[in-house]
């Protein structure tokens, strides 16, 4: 019996996400940010693909980022896994392309969104935060030698996300 109802809370969270990825959907296409794009990736409604502008006066600008979004069958009460696929040079992404960020971990809330999540992380490319890295050694440079990181952020820009 357990397992009976384990398998029907299984199937309603599953519904439940599906309405609510199908609504983010709809409205992201309605009325999309200005700097981002998100979709899925073929016929899979909880696998999604965006793309992010870098923002302007960054050294990310002229950028075009890929990100890859997995949405939880219990979404929207558990968050979504967001990733990276465009190498970046940033001192809260990594090398796999994990994000440092509070909304993707315990500052989750069901009231956000898809667009919610993209826009914030647009904004670490404006306002990094070093003071709490997923690779301290770009934060260290962040901190102590701007004009270098800009450069090297810059370079990378150019060599990855062009």
């Given at each position: ?56 006066d960054t ?47 315990e500052n ?44 090297t952020a ?9």
């Amino acid at each position: 019996m357990i397992r009976a109802s384990s398998r029907l809370m299984t199937v309603k969270d599953r519904l439940t996400a599906l309405d609510g990825i199908s609504k983010e959907l709809l409205e992201l296409q309605r009325d999309p940010p200005s700097c981002c794009s998100a979709g899925p990736i073929g016929n899979d409604i909880f696998k999604w693909e965006a793309k992010i502008i870098g923002p302007p006066d960054t050294p990310y600008s002229g950028g075009v980022f890929s990100l890859d979004i997995r949405f939880p069958t219990d979404y929207p009460f558990k968050p979504p896994k967001v990733m990276f696929i465009t190498n970046i040079y940033h001192p809260n992404i990594n090398d796999r392309g994990n994000i440092c960020l509070d909304i993707l971990k315990e500052n989750w809330s069901p009231a956000l969104n898809i667009s919610n999540v993209l826009l914030s992380i647009t904004s670490i490319f404006t306002d990094p935060n070093p003071d709490d890295p997923l690779v301290p050694e770009i934060a260290q440079e962040y901190k102590h030698n701007r004009a270098r990181y800009e450069a090297t952020a810059r370079e990378w820009t150019r060599k990855f996300a062009s």
